[in-house]
């Protein structure tokens, strides 16, 4: 019940922290005038304003790239780092969500499709849908509520299918994006063609999956189905917390090491500057100087939202799941896991662990020998 009172909260709370905020301290402001100049934030370079030549389609992409522009141009650092490690989180979020919706319990639910909830996060923020998401997979879904080994199980296609449609869909345009080029033009181009990046996994998993089962052997013992899940799981943890990791040791090493760092680099990555976190509730707000800035202040909060939100959600399925194995959930317990897990990985490297173990627990060896006993 707490989870289902929590994640409506954190979706509707965007509207205050990310949408107000940017309002309050002239982001929104700072966007519009540098699409009206048609210049590329901080930058005398031509804004492009015709992608696909549908106008009302056109102006979103204009606004979102830019928006996205500050974190891919590498001319504020803190910003930078700050999109390393949110990138993680977010793709790897999007595995989990992804995985949720081809479930055989999620079947034709509001959880089997995440395509709408996606695009969503891309114009209404990371933070507004995957709260929903989560919360609306928690009032419907039987995989939430009573999960089974046959609820929560996933075709092995789309287990074999989903790293690879990932990596296509989300990381090489991701990296396209960062890539430096003299071709500003060509890297708008880029920041465009990243944005329905959910939209690309949906369609590749649905158009992959009759593709590929007919070459997929059914295996009776479940074993190729354990190896092909925990592959995923592993795959995806590794995808957060490795951006995680990184994005935090160059920050802390100009706290611990500040001898390997440029004076100016120092105060630029500071783990305060990157990472701390801006006050809505500032009496007064404190102003933006520039797009990057606020669009820093922007995906700090939206990054903290959606994160809680995805620890809430899977924290909730790990609990119904230990109390449906054993008996009886140990809080005390997954709170320490939690914690320590979003040090080592991030949160949404903790969510990745307790689903992983929530889908062992019911559907693995270990749910099994409970269940028999």
Known sequence: MFAKLTLPLLSAFTVYAIW???????????SKESMMRQTLPGSDAALRTVYTGVPQLDELLTTLTTFFWPTTDGSHPALTL???????????????????????????????FPLVFGLSA???????????????????????????????????????????VFTLSFT???????????????????????????????????????????????????????????????????NTAIPHIVSWTVSLAAVLAPGILAKEARAQLHPAVVFGIPLPWAVPVVRVESVAEGVHAFLRWD?????????????????????????????????????????????????????????????GEMGGAKKTN
């Open 20 to 30: 107000n905020y940017g309002e309050a301290n002239g982001l929104l402001a700072l």
């Open 82 to 112: 700050h999109t390393l490690g949110f990138a993680g989180t977010f793709g790897s979020a999007w595995i989990l969500i992804a995985l949720e919706s081809w479930r055989h319990g999620n079947a034709w639910t509001i959880a089997a």
């Open 122 to 164: 891309q114009i209404l923020t990371f933070a507004f849908a995957a709260p929903l998401y989560c919360a609306l997979q928690l009032f419907f879904s039987p995989t939430a509520s009573s999960p089974t080994p046959s609820t929560i199980l996933v075709p092995r296609t789309i287990l074999h299918a989903l790293p690879l």
């Open 172 to 238: 090489l345009p991701s990296i396209l994006m960062v890539l430096p080029t003299p071709n500003t033009d060509l890297k708008q181009i880029f920041i465009a063609l990243w944005q329905p990046f959910p939209a690309y996994i949906s369609l590749l998993l649905t158009l992959l999956h009759p593709v590929i089962s007919p070459l997929v052997r059914p295996d009776p013992t479940g074993r190729k189905d354990r190896r092909a899940l925990r592959f995923l799981y592993a795959f995806t943890f590794a």
């Open 303 to 363: 990054y903290l939202i959606g994160s809680a939100a995805m620890v809430v959600w899977a924290g909730a399925l790990y609990g119904v799941a230990q109390r449906r194995v054993f008996g009886c959930v140990g809080w005390a317990g997954l709170v320490v896991k939690v914690l320590l897990l979003s040090l080592v990985a991030g949160p949404v490297g903790a969510a990745v662990e307790l689903v992983w173990e929530r889908d062992e627990m019911v559907g």
